[in-house]
């Protein structure tokens, strides 16, 4: 006698699998996997919201009223506080003494910066005393920086203009010309903000692959053809960075100017009168905050113009070339394997020694 298997039609369904149930620690872990992420950046936007959108909306809301920051209240005047503001000639000349100070201090930090990162990129000996040293400036106080270079530029009794006179160039009105005021104060950021700024710049530098380096030197390149096609391409993200942060700084500028004299206005006329310092002036001194808020409004916006600005001509100048994320072109793949043979050499050779 025969048994005869019977196979299952294809009308007769599959066996269903057993329902799961998740037990509240399962759950539990799910929730933590998914929420978790928003639970742990959370506390920075909740700080950003206190204290810095906050504050953003309050000004922005009080630029259309004539508040009276005593009594908490406000009548709605729409843009007159912006006319106001637009209307002073004081204005526009502290809008130029803060683009003069602005240029003489973010383009020669920039080089200077890219220089000193360049250096302490090389080969030297103690590089960690030489990193530590060009950070010591950022340490500072800046009120004990104005309070130095006060001192340093005085018209009658400064070093500086001591040492310019003994070897015949006479003394320099740091304190009287708009000019030389302008520079006296651009020294000051300068000082501060160039080791910063050299520092944030090597540690770009030091990401960009070797290989890079090793094909050229195989090829034939000097150092400074190197830094032209190499390391100044590689540092597009990062000088986009540090040219947006000093645009922000230099136009935001008010412990240098507000230091450099005993007074702290600006200058008997108006020398070195920034924008911040005549917001601060218009605020605490007229005690007219409507305005005050206006001015910093304005004073955003024209921050957000030139950032965009500078965002557009350094893309348009750094190239890609260079990057890390930028192809490589057949000839410079066959360089970087010579480059590798070569070290690999040369290494062996060490070995045997």
Do not use: C
């Not at 100017?257 to 911040?276: E, H, K, Y």
């Not at 304005?298 to 190239?319: C, D, E, K, P, Y």
């Amino acid at each position: 006698m025969t048994v005869t298997a019977t196979r299952p039609t294809r009308a007769e369904s599959p066996p269903e699998r057993p329902i799961r149930v998740l037990s509240f620690s399962q759950r539990l872990s799910r929730w933590d996997v998914r929420i978790s992420p928003y639970l742990y950046i959370s506390p920075f936007f909740l700080l950003f919201a206190i204290v810095g959108l906050f504050p953003i909306v309050y000004t922005g809301v009080i630029s259309f009223m004539d508040w009276d920051q005593v009594r908490r209240s406000g009548e709605f005047v729409g843009l007159d506080q912006y006319a106001w503001i637009l209307s002073q000639p004081k204005f526009w000349t502290a809008l130029g003494n803060t683009f003069s100070i602005f240029l003489l201090s973010s383009v020669p930090q920039l080089v200077l910066a890219l220089f000193i990162a360049a250096m302490l990129d090389r080969h030297i000996r103690a590089k960690t005393f030489w990193r530590m040293s060009a950070l010591l400036p950022y340490v500072v106080a800046p009120v004990a920086v104005g309070l130095i270079f006060n001192a340093l530029f005085a018209d009658k009794s400064g070093a500086i203009n001591g040492f310019l006179t003994a070897i015949g160039i006479g003394a320099i009105p740091w304190h009287v010309e708009p000019f030389w005021s302008h520079v006296a104060i651009a020294t000051m950021v300068n000082y501060r903000w160039t080791g910063y700024n050299a520092l944030i710049l090597l540690a770009a530098m030091q990401a960009i692959p070797r290989d890079y380096y090793e094909a050229a030197t195989v090829d034939g390149a000097g150092a400074f053809r190197q830094f032209l096609s190499i390391t100044l391409p590689s540092l597009k993200p990062t000088l986009i960075f540090v040219i947006i942060t000093s645009t922000i700084g230099g136009l935001q500028i008010f412990d240098e100017p507000r230091m450099f004299d005993q007074f702290g206005r600006g200058g008997s006329a108006q020398q070195w009168l920034t924008i911040t310092l005549y917001l601060y002036d218009i605020g605490w001194g007229d005690w007219n905050f409507g305005r005050a808020a206006a001015m910093a409004w304005i004073l955003f916006l024209i921050i957000l113009a030139i950032g965009l600005i500078n965002l557009l001509v350094t893309r348009s100048l750094v190239r890609d070339e260079g990057s890390r994320g930028a192809p490589v072109s057949r000839r410079e793949r066959r360089a970087i394997q010579r480059a590798r043979i070569q070290r690999a050499r040369t290494q062996a050779t060490e070995a045997r020694r």
